[in-house]
Structure formats: structure tokens, C-alpha cells
């Protein structure tokens, strides 16, 4: 019986599971996927009216290794090189951690140096003037009344840990809804990314909405 009831088990597993979830091997469930010693990482995103020329990110890293690099990811139909419009990338530990620092090593990879195992990087995506009379769809911007965050163009991810998950919380003005394919959790600007993959294919379209 405790055979007939694995298996049951196992087939009542959806199929879309190991799509949302791209574990190279079991194991990874259980010794990387959710070890303790695993990098926890929460993302913020805070958008003001009063400055729409972009939006600030916060990454905020736990049980991070000594030093580990940072890189925005390419879109494989498209590559719009956002990594130009990152700026003011700046590094925090807490108070009375050791000295963190962060150096960018190549065009979009960034190279972290965090003695204490925690750390917080900030920058700002500074969106591009438009170059076109009709905005593509996947091109993040802002404007009074919502905008499109979020997806490859603003998230950072540690090189080598993609399959941590992450969560992601929205700083936005008052009165702006978020529509994402983020997981929602119990708070309604925080939303849960089971991997990488996930967080950069699920950007947000937040403002004002009608229905």
C-alpha cells in the first residue's frame, strides 16, 4: 500500500511543475533548493511621481558567499542592452558588518564583495528616451498614470544561483494596482518568484487600471 500510494502521489504532481521549478536533479530539492546555508534574496522596487525618468531596485542578499557577481540577463529573441541604463550602483551592509564593496567587471556583470554574508545593493534603472512613435510592448517605462517594471531589464540575479527563489515588493504611489505573473502572496505588493527564470519572465504592469 505505501507503494501504490507514492505513486498516486507522484502523479497527482501537476505537469507544470518542473517548468516553474527547473531542478537539475531530486536532490537539488532538498540540499540546494532549501538548504539553509542557500542565498535568500528579496527584491524592492519603488517608483515616485515625482521623478518617472526611471525606478530605484533594492536586492537585499542573505547567507551570500564572500564574493559573488551580479549580472543582468540577455533576452534571447531580444537584447535591448540595459545594463547602459543601470547607474548609481551602490553597496550596504548592515551596521557594524564588515565593509562591503562592488565593482563592475564587465558590461553587465557586477562583482560583489560581502565579508558578512549579508548585504544590500541598490541601483537605479534609468530609462531611455524613446526612439520610436510606438512603444514595443516587453520595453519597460513610466508614465502618470502607471508603467510597465519588472522582467530582464531590472533584475539583477547572482551568477550561478538560479534556482533560488526570490521575493519581489512593490514601493509604488498611492492608489497603484499590480498586475504580474509573479506568484501573489498575503501582502498584496509582495510577490513570490520560484526561480530566476521566473523573475525575469513576469514583469509588472502597475497604475491605474480599468475594468
Request: glycine share 8%; aromatic share 10%; hydrophobic share 45%.
Amino acid at each position: 500500500m505505501p507503494k501504490i500510494a507514492a505513486v498516486l502521489i507522484a502523479l497527482s504532481i501537476p505537469a507544470g511543475l518542473s517548468a516553474q521549478h527547473p531542478l537539475r536533479d531530486p536532490v537539488d530539492a532538498v540540499e540546494v533548493r532549501y538548504s539553509l546555508s542557500q542565498p535568500v534574496v528579496t527584491y524592492g522596487v519603488r517608483v515616485d511621481t515625482a521623478d518617472l525618468s526611471g525606478f530605484d531596485v533594492t536586492i537585499r542578499i542573505r547567507n551570500a558567499t564572500d564574493t559573488f557577481r551580479l549580472a543582468l540577463a540577455a533576452h534571447p529573441e531580444y537584447d535591448d542592452r540595459y545594463f547602459r541604463h543601470v547607474a548609481q550602483v551602490r553597496v550596504a551592509t548592515p551596521a557594524g558588518g564588515a565593509a562591503a564593496s562592488i565593482v563592475r567587471e564587465d558590461s553587465a556583470v557586477w562583482r560583489v564583495v560581502a565579508p558578512g554574508g549579508t548585504v544590500e545593493v541598490r541601483y537605479r534603472l534609468q530609462l531611455p528616451a524613446p526612439d520610436r512613435p510606438i512603444r514595443s510592448s516587453w520595453v519597460p517605462f513610466l508614465a502618470p498614470q502607471g508603467g510597465l517594471v519588472g522582467g530582464p531589464q531590472s533584475f539583477m540575479y547572482i551568477v550561478g544561483a538560479t534556482l533560488v527563489p526570490s521575493y519581489v515588493t512593490f514601493d509604488l504611489p498611492r492608489g497603484w494596482a499590480i498586475a504580474t505573473g509573479l506568484q501573489p502572496t498575503i501582502d498584496s505588493n509582495t510577490f513570490f518568484a520560484p526561480s530566476v527564470d521566473v523573475l525575469i519572465d513576469s514583469p509588472a504592469l502597475v497604475g491605474h487600471f480599468r475594468s
